[in-house]
Structures are given as structure tokens and as C-alpha cells.
């Protein structure tokens, strides 16, 4: 894969975004996910992640939607799929989604 100046604008705000998600600052991460989709509603990780985010917030409507979409731009990414499914299964005391 082509290594661009667009890509690598892309890929600082994605790590600063999933580091705040890993450390458990949801909101912050919420919002480095949504600002990255905000230039590029098509980013499949942002939604991907952003997804997560909401699951684990305990909206899994949304959750479910932004899934689906990032499945519909890249179907053989096994960790979205991975989250998708835990969507599917009762909630426990845990956040479930990887």
C-alpha cells in the first residue's frame, strides 16, 4: 500500500483516537472518531471503532449501523465483524466488544 501525505493526516488522528478509547476516555475518543468521519464519512475504522464506542455506551441501534456500514466498505475485516457479533449477544457486566 501507497504510503500518502492524505493517508498519514489520517493515521495521527486514528492513533490519538484509539489510545483515549484503549485509556477508557470514551467521550474524548468519541469525538476524534466523529472528526475523522466528518472529512471522510467513508473511513472504515472510525466507523468501525466509533461503533464500539457506542456499543459500549449501551446504544447498539447506532452501534449497529455504523457497523454495518463499515462491513459494507470492507467485508473481510474479521475484527468488525468480531464486534458486530458481540451486538448480538445479551450484555453482561463486561464492555464485550474488542
Request: hydrophobic content about 40%; overall charge negative; some cysteine.
Amino acid at each position: 500500500m501507497l504510503n500518502t501525505p492524505a493517508m498519514n493526516q489520517l493515521t495521527e488522528p486514528l492513533a490519538a483516537a484509539l489510545d483515549l478509547h484503549q485509556a477508557g476516555h470514551m467521550a474524548d475518543a468519541e469525538r476524534g472518531y466523529r472528526a475523522i468521519l466528518a472529512e471522510h464519512p467513508d473511513h472504515v475504522d472510525a466507523l468501525h471503532y466509533l461503533g464500539v464506542v457506542l456499543h459500549q455506551r449501551g446504544d447498539n441501534e447506532r452501534a449497529a449501523q455504523l457497523l454495518d456500514r463499515a462491513l459494507g466498505l470492507a467485508p473481510d475485516d474479521t475484527a468488525c465483524w468480531s464486534n458486530r457479533g458481540m451486538l448480538e449477544q445479551p450484555r453482561t457486566g463486561g464492555s464485550g466488544a474488542r
